[in-house]
């Protein structure tokens, strides 16, 4: 078995995976890297019944990664290229042959990702981290379980103006609820549950249309999201939108907070 860990700056997720096909997936937190990525490992071994001979070779990537030095238990242990990771897990948990990979983090990052062939096109410092400090500053909330359960509860005609705030006619194939500027209606009546609703709609959109402008004039419009946020029950709603708006297939892969995972796994070499 091959095991991949992507060491974050709050959590390390760990896969396990047996002729590339994947057995087993865990998280866990911790206060520093070292200690999250090798509670990871004690807690997958536990979780899944192993035994150190089980395991053949350790993949680690993530920005945790460079506090990681030698093998891990005497395990044959390699660091990974965050961006390769991404490119491959992204397609692997997507089913998919070639695509653009949002990773959305605490900042986002974007690879093209075709075969084995990855490249980074760029990246933007909005992502998970821009939503956790802006809602626990303006809203008192420090959790993603917490803001996205909040959020459910909002209204963004609280926060954003629309295109039928301010126009009574269509214009191109913009609907009425497209968004004109985000949080450029915030009313003195919003309460926390809109201010968070607006604030995962303006991150999701801003990440969302940063994807589409980089499939201008490629054949590739097969767009998928991974990483912390791409569970959220907001993140279907937003690209949904976006997808019938714009030439593109936007996928949301289950478990796709592992993907960087799988995809440091999937880099083995042997």
């Known amino acids: ?22 057995v087993g997936m865990l998280q866990v937190q911790a206060s520093d890297q070292t200690t999250s990525a090798f509670g990871a490992f004690g807690k997958f071994i536990s979780e899944y019944g192993l035994r150190m001979s ?4 350790i993949m680690v990537t993530g920005v945790g990664a460079s506090y990681l030095g030698g093998d891990m238990y005497d395990i044959p242990t390699e660091r990974v290229d965050e961006f390769l990771a991404i490119g491959l897990g992204g397609l692997k948990m997507a089913s998919l042959s070639e695509a653009l990979i949002i990773s959305v ?10 075969g084995k062939h990855i490249q980074h096109l760029g990246g933007s410092g909005v992502g998970g981290g821009t939503l956790l400090n802006l809602a626990g500053r303006f809203a008192g909330i420090h959790s993603f379980a917490g803001i996205t359960e909040m959020a459910t509860k909002g209204d963004l005609g609280m926060v954003d103006l629309r295109l039928s705030d301010i126009s009574q006619e269509k214009i191109g194939n913009l609907p009425p609820s497209a968004t004109v500027s985000n949080f450029g209606n915030l009313r003195d009546q919003a309460v926390n549950a809109d201010i968070l609703l607006g604030l995962i709609n303006m991150i999701f959109e801003s990440i969302g249309m940063m994807a ?3 499939t201008l004039g490629d054949r590739v419009k097969d767009i998928v999201l991974i990483g912390s946020l ?8 937003v690209f949904s939108t976006l997808s019938k708006l714009h030439p593109v297939k936007f996928h949301i892969p289950k478990d796709a907070i592992f993907a960087t995972a799988v ?6 070499k042997d």
């Open 1 to 22: 078995m091959v095991l991949g860990i992507d060491v974050g700056g709050s959590t390390t997720k760990i896969v396990g995976l047996k002729n590339d096909e994947l």
């Open 230 to 237: 791409a569970a959220t029950e907001q993140a279907g709603s």
């Open 54 to 57: 089980d395991i053949h070779k």
């Open 105 to 114: 983090g605490t900042g986002t990052a974007l690879v093209k990702a075709c």
């Open 263 to 268: 995809g440091a796994a999937l880099s083995k």
């Open 212 to 214: 589409i402008f980089a």
